[in-house]
T-cell receptor, first 115, second 116 residues
Framework: AQSVTQLGSHVSVSEGALVLLRCNYS??????LFWYVQYPNQGLQLLLK??????LVKGINGFEAEFKKSETSFHLTKPSAHMSDAAEYFC?????????????FGAGTRLAVHP | EAGVTQFPSHSVIEKGQTVTLRCDPI?????LYWYRRVMGKEIKFLLH????????ESGMPNNRFLAERTGGTYSTLKVQPAELEDSGVYFC??????????????FGPGTRLTVL
C-alpha cells in the first residue's frame, strides 16, 4: 500500500527566501510521485511529476523536486519565493488499481509568503 | 479548451437531505475521478470511471453515495441522505488515455459541501 506524509501543514517564508516543502512516501512498488498546487478558488494544478527518468525533476514556476529513494523523500524546492507562490501544495503518489491510476495525497502544506 | 467544471461551487444542506454534485470533464477524456477532502485532512480517492463504467469504487464511503456517468460524458455524485461527516470539498478530475499513471489528471475547482 502507498502513503504520503507531508511535514508541516503551514510554512511561512519571506519573499526571496528559499522554499522547502517536505514530502515522504511509502510504497511497496517503484513510486510515481507528483506535486500539485491549489491557488484560492481554483482546482489542483500539476507542478511536476517523477517518472523515474531523472531524480531531479523540474516543474513550472521555478519549482523542482528531488527523488531520494534512500530517504523515501520527494521534497519540493524553489530558490526564491514570490508572493504569487502563496497557495496550498499537495504531494501525491500514484496508487495502482488494476493498472489504473488513482492518486494518494498527503494532507497538504499551506505556503505563506510575506514581504 | 475548457477545463474540468463542477457545479455547484458551494452547497449547504441539512442532515438527511439529498444533494447531487455534477462534474463535466474535459471533452474527450474517458477517465473521470472523484476525490474528497474532509476539512484539514488529505484528499481521498472515491472512485474512477472509464467512460461510463466504474473501474474502481473502492474509496466510496458507504451506500449513501451514488455516482453515475451516463453516456460517458458528465458525472453526478449523489449523497442521500447526507450526514454531518459528509461535509468537505469534492473534487472531480479527468484524464485522457487509458488511465495510466503518466496521464495527467486535470482537476476541477471542487464543490464545497456543508451539511448542517
Amino acid at each position: 500500500a502507498q502513503s504520503v506524509t507531508q511535514l508541516g501543514s503551514h510554512v511561512s517564508v519571506s519573499e526571496g527566501a528559499l522554499v522547502l516543502l517536505r514530502c515522504n512516501y511509502s510504497s511497496s512498488v517503484p513510486p510515481y510521485l507528483f506535486w500539485y498546487v491549489q491557488y484560492p478558488n481554483q482546482g489542483l494544478q500539476l507542478l511536476l511529476k517523477y517518472t523515474s527518468a531523472a531524480t531531479l525533476v523540474k516543474g513550472i514556476n521555478g519549482f523542482e523536486a528531488e527523488f531520494k529513494k534512500s530517504e523515501t523523500s520527494f521534497h519540493l524546492t524553489k530558490p526564491s519565493a514570490h508572493m504569487s507562490d502563496a497557495a496550498e501544495y499537495f504531494c501525491a503518489v500514484s496508487g495502482f488499481s488494476g493498472g489504473y491510476n488513482k492518486l494518494i495525497f498527503g494532507a497538504g502544506t499551506r505556503l505563506a509568503v510575506h514581504p | 479548451e475548457a477545463g474540468v467544471t463542477q457545479f455547484p461551487s458551494h452547497s449547504v444542506i441539512e442532515k438527511g437531505q439529498t444533494v447531487t454534485l455534477r462534474c463535466d470533464p474535459i471533452s474527450g477524456h474517458d477517465n473521470l475521478y472523484w476525490y474528497r477532502r474532509v476539512m484539514g485532512k488529505e484528499i481521498k480517492f472515491l472512485l474512477h470511471f472509464v467512460k461510463e463504467s466504474k473501474q474502481d469504487e473502492s474509496g466510496m464511503p458507504n451506500n449513501r453515495f451514488l455516482a453515475e456517468r451516463t453516456g460517458g460524458t458528465y458525472s453526478t455524485l449523489k449523497v442521500q441522505p447526507a450526514e454531518l461527516e459528509d461535509s468537505g470539498v469534492y473534487f472531480c478530475a479527468s484524464s485522457g488515455g487509458s488511465g495510466e499513471w503518466y496521464n495527467e489528471q486535470f482537476f476541477g475547482p471542487g464543490t464545497r459541501l456543508t451539511v448542517l
